[in-house]
């Protein structure tokens, strides 16, 4: 069987919407996290492959599988996640749930409601977040309002891909319901333009993803680590931007992303912002339940 590395597309950390390991990172956590992100990017593009038959993906990803938790020694970027997770004492579950929803990518092509897609992102989004929080050694109590923020995340990169995703592997993100609820339809997608209908329910999903985010927006001031705290405020600040926009945009020809200078901006005004706020203490509570580094 030929490794999952060999269904690797060409993209990377800087490709991504939100930063990944920025500078803003402490460099002692970045080689961590820059391992999860690998990992997940692979199992990724597995699940994503164009031509890749189901059963060659899903061979693939049980064989990252079993390499993240010790049965294998065959897959790259299992070899080296399970390194980091060892040298620093966490757990394989984030990295297991990841693969959980890859394999659901590759079986799973429609979304019956909300609900459905929230279920899929506590598998797809939620484990990021939390990782990248072990490996600070912040306290679990951050989860709630991290798992809110990653699918945010999510739920905006499903508004912005739903054409691409349509064309390139038939698979709608969009829950069914709301669709239905806006008299938009599935092939609404297949436009070159976003129907009234289908731009009425990508603006009401973006609406309901300012909702995740008003709930996320205490997490940046509620974890210690400074350097952290910063990226989580860019990262809220981007995300906020990006599901205003989502409320007007036509999602098939308007431009839902960022330019390079729109990012420098808002990431500029988020640092500031928080610069100089006050770093938390943990409470006894949440020092026994913090999780070693």
């Known amino acids: 069987m030929n490794a999952a590395v060999d269904l690797r597309s060409d993209k990377g950390s800087g490709d991504e919407n939100f930063p990944v390991a920025s500078r803003l990172i402490a460099a002692r956590h970045r080689p961590?996290?820059?391992?999860?992100?690998?990992?997940?990017?692979?199992a990724d593009d597995v699940a994503d492959h164009a031509t890749a038959p189901a059963e060659r993906k899903l061979a693939l990803l049980e064989q990252m599988r079993a390499t993240l938790v010790g049965e294998s020694d065959a897959d790259g970027p299992g070899r080296r996640l399970r390194a980091v997770l060892r040298d620093r004492g966490l757990s394989a579950q984030h990295g297991l749930d990841l693969l959980a929803a890859f394999r659901l990518d590759v079986a799973k092509r429609r979304y019956a409601d909300w609900d459905d897609l929230m279920a899929y992102c506590r598998l797809s989004a939620a484990?990021?977040?939390?990782?990248?929080?072990?490996?600070?050694?912040e306290p679990r109590s951050t989860w709630p309002a991290s798992d809110a923020l990653c699918a945010a995340l999510q739920v905006i990169n499903h508004l912005q891909d739903c054409g691409k995703d349509r064309s390139a592997?038939?698979?709608?993100?969009?829950?069914?319901?709301?669709?239905?609820?806006?008299?938009?339809?599935?092939?609404d997608l297949d436009a070159s333009r976003a129907s009234p209908q289908?731009?009425?329910?990508?603006?009401?999903?973006?609406?309901r993803t300012l909702e995740l985010l008003a709930r996320s927006r205490p997490l940046a001031a509620s974890v210690?680590?400074?350097r952290l705290r910063l990226e989580i405020a860019v990262i809220q600040r981007v995300a906020e931007d990006l599901a205003m926009r989502l409320t007007t945009v036509d999602p098939l020809s308007g431009r839902t992303h960022h330019r390079k200078?729109?990012?420098l901006r808002l990431a500029g005004a988020a640092v500031l912002k928080h610069w100089r706020a006050p770093r938390r203490s943990r409470t006894p509570s949440e020092e026994t339940a913090r999780i070693a580094p």
Request: charged fraction near 25%.
């Open 127 to 137: 484990p990021v977040g939390r990782m990248v929080l072990d490996i600070h050694g």
């Open 169 to 187: 592997l038939d698979r709608v993100y969009l829950p069914q319901r709301e669709l239905a609820a806006a008299g938009a339809r599935i092939e």
């Open 198 to 207: 289908l731009q009425a329910a990508v603006a009401g999903l973006a609406r």
């Open 261 to 263: 200078s729109e990012l």
């Open 224 to 226: 210690a680590d400074r």
């Open 32 to 42: 961590a996290i820059l391992a999860f992100y690998d990992f997940a990017r692979t």
